[in-house]
């Protein structure tokens, strides 16, 4: 009987056969997860995860070398904080910002044209930082909604629209329309309990299923939003972000923003 995948150790004369690594690793994704993957497929992650990780590290040792080009930090690299999100028609606030050019690919093309057609200080990133570790059991009183809040010193509707993207591609778009309140001379916007997407329900829940912290990462290198914010009367680009998850331990949600140069 051949043993694919198993390694022949010999031991004081006698011959035995041992599981190889891609073949442990595969038997413990399918006891975790439930998924069964071959030893290929195992190995072929196993060379993307190296790759990324080659890449990573070029990346910084260019960082420290030339400091002074900000095109080619990383995200977490980024120092330059600015107080708020803001383009010369509307600004975002309850937000921290900054920069970034490295992440066209994981949105769909639309980030791209949006992006020549400008304005260019449109376009920002939001790293975000959550702890999944919260009980879920209570569905029938949880509420999974996310609040909002813009000025503008000028007055018109606002279109929002929210489009959940994997490995690059839309999956599910969610469009809301909003009237501003006059407040002392300024115009705002609250978006207030706008609740998510069932798709990005049952996402979260799929993924508070995967025991490792590094798992669930690997997962969310692919998972992104694009949010994209027009003048619902002439449709004017008026703000364009882009949101990239990572899971923690901490036991607060965190974010950091960074402006979208060329």
């Known amino acids: 009987m051949t043993h694919r995948g198993w390694k022949r150790i010999k031991i004081q004369r006698n011959t035995w056969l041992f599981p190889g690594r891609n073949e442990l690793i595969a038997r413990y994704i399918k006891l975790r997860c439930g998924k069964t993957r071959t030893r290929k497929q195992v190995s072929s992650h196993i060379q993307v995860l190296a790759r990324k990780k080659m890449r990573d590290e070029q990346a910084k040792k260019k960082v420290r070398k030339s400091p002074e080009n900000s095109a080619q930090r990383s995200i977490e690299q980024v120092k330059t904080v600015v107080d708020g999100i803001a383009s010369s028609k509307l600004r975002l606030t309850g937000f921290q910002t900054l920069k970034l050019d490295t992440v066209i690919e994981k949105y769909p093309k639309l980030l791209t044209e949006l992006f020549d057609r400008g304005p260019p200080d449109a376009f920002f990133l939001a790293k975000c930082w959550a702890n999944v570790s919260f009980d879920s059991s209570d569905t029938e009183n949880s509420l999974y909604a996310v609040d909002s809040y813009y000025t503008s010193q000028h007055k018109f509707d606002i279109s929002v629209s929210t489009k959940v993207c994997s490995f690059g591609n839309e999956v599910v778009e969610k469009v809301e329309v909003y009237s501003p309140d006059e407040e002392n001379g ?77």
Do not use: W
């Not at 705002?188 to 998510?196: D, G, K, T, V």
């Open 186 to 262: 300024h115009y705002c916007f609250r978006l207030e309990r706008s609740p998510i997407c069932e798709y990005m329900v049952k996402f979260i829940s799929e993924l508070k299923k995967l025991e490792s912290r590094d798992y669930m990462n690997n997962v969310l290198e692919n998972f992104t939003v694009l949010q994209v914010v027009t003048n619902q009367s002439t449709g004017e680009t008026l703000m364009v972000i882009g949101f990239v998850f990572e899971v923690n331990d901490l036991p607060e949600a965190n974010c950091s923003i960074f402006r979208l140069v060329a």
